[in-house]
């Protein structure tokens, strides 16, 4: 059942407004969350598995197709082993738990990013869930895990390198429409919607190519306390903007050109 502010957004109350099809979320703060707390930043990545579980909900009952979060970036390799250890652990957990309400809200889940540099036990369970879910045909969950953007436009560069080499492409076919289908990201549809939570404003390596033209919403709300209303704080934003593609804004027809 949706609340008003739902209804506002999703047009139900006879707006005219456009929920967005894909929504991508960069979900950060949950250090700085736990460290206010005096608690290990691992709290704040607990914490932090609520809101997706949280976000994901609303995501389905909203109507996206698709909800992109950037989970484990391949920068963050780099953090303290117990810290990497304990994400993980977070995952392999969500993954699992999740799979019935998952499954009974219809979700798909596909992944984004090198799962094959992910723990062998974490991939496997990954796999599990896909393969559990693939018939599904509503909201899409994308977590991006291991990703960086640079090394998925460096992939879609070797790759299509590989099939001009093998005489299955030619110089002249490389398109943005081309290019789309070498990303991981081929099938779904650019996000209209790139949110980053925590106050910080920049994109950190993610989605370069697909957010040419994304609304971005940035919020001060650390991400262990983002909560559905925060998201459809968002959207309204969203439907606030004018969307122009570099072209001009719809002219009143009284406005002379
Ligand atoms: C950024 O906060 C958050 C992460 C690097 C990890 C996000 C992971 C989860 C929410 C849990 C597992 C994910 C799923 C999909 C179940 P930060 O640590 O950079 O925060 P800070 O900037 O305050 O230090």
């Not at 974490?122 to 599904?136: G, W």
Request: charged share 25%.
């Amino acid at each position: 059942m949706l609340n008003d502010m739902s209804k506002a957004i999703s047009g139900e109350n006879g707006s005219r407004n456009v929920i967005p099809q894909h929504v991508a979320i960069i979900m950060d703060g949950n250090g700085r969350w736990a460290q206010e707390r005096r608690k290990p930043r691992l709290w704040g990545h607990k914490k932090g598995v609520e809101s997706v579980r949280e976000t994901v909900r609303s995501a389905a009952e909203l109507g996206l197709k698709v909800l992109t979060l950037y989970a484990f970036s391949e920068e963050n390799w780099g953090r303290p082993d117990d810290e990497v250890a304990g994400i993980l652990s977070l995952l392999n957990t969500f993954i699992v738990r999740e799979r019935n309400e998952l499954d009974a809200n219809n979700v798909r889940l596909t992944t984004i990013g090198c799962l094959q540099h992910l723990p062998e036990k974490t991939s496997k369970k990954v796999r599990e869930t896909i393969d559990i879910l693939q018939n599904n045909t509503g909201l899409i969950l994308n977590i991006a895990l291991s990703y960086g953007a640079k090394s998925e436009i460096c992939y879609a560069m070797q790759n299509i390198g590989r099939d001009i080499a093998a005489g299955k492409v030619k110089i002249e076919d490389i398109t943005p429409n081309f290019v789309d289908q070498y990303l991981w990201t081929k099938g779904l549809p650019d996000p209209d919607l790139l949110i980053r939570t925590s106050g910080e404003q920049r994109i950190s390596n993610f989605l370069l190519w697909q957010i040419a033209y994304s609304e971005l919403y940035f919020t001060p709300v650390y991400w262990p306390d983002f909560r559905k209303e925060h998201l459809l704080a968002a959207i309204q934003s969203f439907q606030n903007r004018q969307r122009r593609y570099g072209l001009l804004p719809e002219a009143p027809s009284s406005m002379p050109l």
